[in-house]
């Protein structure tokens, strides 16, 4: 079943550690994907996209993602992890041919002082 | 500044009563969409609307309805039919029909609603 796994649902890591989010897709063809974040109580701000070219994207806020297509995965990192940065993050794709978005069951990231 | 409003942002029902969230958009955006989210789920489209006047089922449609009468709102009731209300519903718009690489989804702040 086409599906968007993302294996971490809790991560703590410490302030200027860096941070690896992992995410997994199952689509036969490279969909388009997407990094959202999601701050308590909040809507989902886009942080990154990738569909085609460079597979290192760079986001907002110091973010980037790597597209590994031998591994179906899409993980987003960041060097160095800010206090400000505790949230829940989303991976999402868009299969291509479609318009649909289908969101991954999202990590929550604790940052410790 | 544009953006979409969802109002109001915290919303209590009794059981059995329908209950309407708001959402509004001056993006001037075409297509609008509806997304429930409950903890550990991530989010569910309910229903979306490419067009004024028309809008589709999502994954998770039962219970739900909504209407597109205007091109900036995009209405969601939660009907009595609906088993399990209590979640965070999240309102998103794009600016065009279909998908485009570089039009993702803008969202709004989210109500969150509770029946009991």
């Known amino acids: 079943a086409q599906s968007v796994t993302q294996p971490d649902i809790h991560i703590t890591v410490s302030e200027g550690a860096s941070l690896e989010l992992r995410c997994n897709y199952s689509?036969?063809?490279?969909?388009?994907l997407f990094w959202y974040v999601q701050s308590p109580g909040q809507g989902l701000q886009l942080l990154l996209k990738?569909?085609?070219?460079?597979?290192l994207v760079q986001g907002i806020k110091g973010f980037e993602a790597e597209f590994k297509r031998s591994q179906s995965s899409f993980n987003l990192r960041k060097p160095s992890v800010h206090w400000s940065d505790a949230a829940e993050y989303f991976c999402a794709v868009v299969p291509s041919g479609t318009y649909k978005y289908i969101f991954g069951t999202g990590t929550r990231l604790k940052v410790l002082a | 500044d544009g953006g979409i409003t969802q109002s109001p942002k915290y919303l209590f029902r009794k059981e059995g009563q329908n209950v309407t969230l708001s959402c509004e958009q001056n993006?001037?955006?075409?297509?609008m969409y509806w997304y429930r989210q409950d903890p550990g789920q991530g989010l569910r489209l309910i229903y979306y609307s490419q067009i004024v006047n028309d809008f589709q089922k999502g994954d998770i449609a039962e219970g739900y309805s909504v209407s597109r009468e205007k091109k900036e709102s995009f209405p969601l009731t939660v009907t009595s039919a609906q088993k399990n209300p209590t979640a965070f519903y999240l309102c998103?718009?794009?600016?065009?029909?279909?998908?485009?690489?570089?039009?993702?989804?803008?969202f709004g702040n989210g109500t969150r609603l509770t029946v009991t």
């Open positions: 993006l001037n955006h075409d297509a």
């Open positions: 998103a718009s794009s600016p065009s029909r279909g998908f485009t690489y570089n039009s993702p989804l803008h």
């Open positions: 689509y036969g063809a490279t969909p388009y």
């Open positions: 990738y569909f085609s070219g460079d597979t």
